[in-house]
C-alpha cells in the first residue's frame, strides 16, 4: 500500500495568518482526500483533489479559505488561509490504494494545528 | 445517501475480556465498510475492511468484523482487549458512487488493567 508523508506534523499559529500542509506519496495516485478532525470529533472530508483539474469542496468549505494545489500525481498541498482560533484541528490527507477490486485508504500521520 | 452510526461513544472493558463495537450502516447499495483505529497523537490504521466478499472479516490484532445485511450491521469484537487496544474507533463507509469516506463519530475504547 502506499505510504504518505505529511508535513508539518504540528504547528502553533497566529490568527489572520495562513498554513500549507503538504502530503508526499510514494506512488502516483489518482485522488487525494483531505480531512478535517477537530478537537474529540471525527473526520469531515474538506475536499477531493484530482491532478489537473480543481478540486472538488464538500459542503461547508470553500476554495478562498482552504486552497488546494495537485501539482502531480503524488503530491498535493492544503492551505488554511486567515485562520482563526475555530481552524484549530487536525488535518489529515488519505489515499485510495490497491487495485483488481481489493482496496483500501491509506491516511497521513496528520497536522495537529492550533491557532492561538 | 450513505452513512454509519457508531451506536457507543465510550467503551470500558478489563483486559483480557471481550471487546464489542457497535456500527450500524445506512445504504441503498451493497456498501464498502471500514474500521479505523487512531491511537493518542498518531494517524488513522486500517483494521479491517468488508468489501462484498466473506461477510466475516478479519483484520489486524485480533479484531474480526461481521457483516449483517438483515441487521445493517458491522460490529467489530476481539475475543480479549489488550491495554494497547485502547483508542479511538471509527467506521466508515465508502460511497459507492464517489469513493469518498463517511466516518461515524467514534468510539474511545477504554482498558482497564
Known amino acids: 500500500s502506499a505510504v504518505i508523508s505529511q508535513k508539518p506534523s504540528r504547528d502553533i499559529c497566529q490568527r489572520g495568518t495562513s498554513l500549507t500542509i503538504q502530503c508526499q506519496v510514494d506512488?502516483?495516485?489518482?485522488?487525494m482526500f483531505w480531512y478535517r478532525q477537530q478537537p474529540g470529533q471525527s473526520l469531515t472530508l474538506i475536499a477531493t483533489a484530482n491532478q489537473g483539474s480543481e478540486a472538488t469542496y464538500e459542503s461547508g468549505f470553500v476554495i478562498d479559505k482552504f486552497p488546494i494545489s495537485r501539482p502531480n500525481l503524488t503530491f498535493s498541498t492544503l492551505t488554511v488561509s486567515n485562520m482563526s482560533p475555530e481552524d484549530s484541528s487536525i488535518y489529515l490527507c488519505s489515499v485510495e490504494v490497491g487495485g483488481g477490486g481489493f482496496y483500501g485508504y491509506t491516511f497521513g500521520s496528520g497536522t495537529r494545528l492550533t491557532v492561538v | 445517501a450513505q452513512s454509519v452510526t457508531q451506536l457507543d461513544s465510550h467503551v470500558s472493558v478489563s483486559e483480557g475480556t471481550p471487546v464489542l463495537l457497535r456500527c450500524n450502516y445506512s445504504s441503498s447499495y451493497s456498501p464498502s465498510l471500514f474500521w479505523y483505529v487512531q491511537h493518542p497523537n498518531k494517524g488513522l490504521q486500517l483494521l479491517l475492511k468488508?468489501?462484498?466478499?466473506?461477510?466475516l472479516v478479519k483484520g489486524i490484532n485480533g479484531f474480526e468484523a461481521e457483516f449483517k445485511k438483515s441487521e445493517t450491521s458491522f460490529h467489530l469484537t476481539k475475543p480479549s482487549a489488550h491495554m494497547s487496544d485502547a483508542a479511538e474507533y471509527f467506521c466508515?463507509?465508502?460511497?459507492?458512487?464517489?469513493?469518498?469516506?463517511?466516518f461515524g463519530t467514534g468510539t474511545r475504547l477504554q482498558v482497564f488493567p
Open positions: 466508515v463507509v465508502s460511497d459507492w458512487n464517489t469513493d469518498k469516506l463517511i
Open positions: 506512488s502516483q495516485v489518482t485522488m
Open positions: 468488508y468489501t462484498s466478499a466473506a461477510t
